[in-house]
């Protein structure tokens, strides 16, 4: 088991999905867990619950599209980790995605992604905190899917951006990494799979021959959030079954 007792972190996209299951693994670990989503009535039933388990936890609402007023929000909170859990789709065939949806995802999974970890960066590097950076990336930052350009396309600037952020914060010892989950129901996947085409496209690429669960995730940030993760840095955690193994 990790010991986070003492570690401050704060996971954005926390109300529900992985970012919720990241959020209770790290409180189960004895971690202070600060919730950031945009329904402040989800956040306060989330905190009360982990509260209730005998976890330590607070909440901030904001809406990471305003990454600006979310940031200022924490600008001088100090944090131990930091998961960037926030993220969306929207999927379409390439030749009918509309400038709307491009810029919509790519505003949430990659350029609020990067400047909330530039803001709690400068933080962690002004108080000498040597810190953990996780963001939650996807085997899509890894392959191609169909219907999944814009996804795809935001996942691997996630996995690129990783890699160079931590060359750059390595110095100050900052570890940042990704953790690349395969299919998981969640709200963002419920309709998909659904569909008997494509959950049959899913089940005969994952080699495990089940869906991820929101606590495989959990575990995984449990680890990279962890002095057991003391040199990893640079790197994805592919908690995908196989699919990327081909």
Not at 14 to 30: F, H, M, T, V
Not at 34 to 46: D, G, H, N
Not at 89 to 106: E, G, I, T, W
């Amino acid at each position: 088991m990790a010991d986070l007792v003492g570690k401050r972190c704060l996971v954005t996209g926390a109300s529900r999905g992985i970012g919720l299951a990241c959020a209770k693994a790290l409180a189960a670990e004895g971690a202070h867990v600060t919730l950031m989503a945009r329904s402040e009535e989800c956040l306060k039933i989330e905190c009360a619950h982990i509260l209730a388990d005998s976890g330590s936890a607070d909440y901030l609402a904001c809406d990471l599209i305003h990454y600006e007023k979310c940031a200022a929000l924490v600008a001088e909170r100090e944090y131990d980790v930091l998961v960037n859990s926030a993220g969306m789709a929207r999927h379409d065939s390439f030749l009918n995605v509309k400038a709307d949806d491009y810029k919509a995802v790519m505003a949430l999974n990659l350029e609020a992604m990067f400047f909330m970890t530039q803001r709690i960066a400068k933080n962690m590097i002004k108080t000498n905190i040597r810190g953990s950076i996780i963001n939650i990336s996807s085997q899509m930052g890894h392959v191609g899917g169909p219907e999944r350009t814009v996804y795809c396309a935001s996942k691997h600037g996630v996995e690129g951006f990783t890699k160079a952020a931590a060359l750059e914060l390595g110095a100050h010892g900052i570890r940042v990494n990704t953790i690349a989950p395969t299919f998981i129901e969640t709200d963002l996947t419920r309709n998909a799979l659904q569909q008997p085409a494509f959950k049959h496209w899913v089940d005969e690429r994952i080699k495990l021959g089940r869906l991820a669960t929101t606590e495989d995730i959990g575990g995984s940030c449990v680890f990279l959030a962890s002095d057991a993760s003391g040199m990893v840095t640079g790197t994805s955690i592919k908690v995908d079954g196989g699919w990327t193994a081909g």
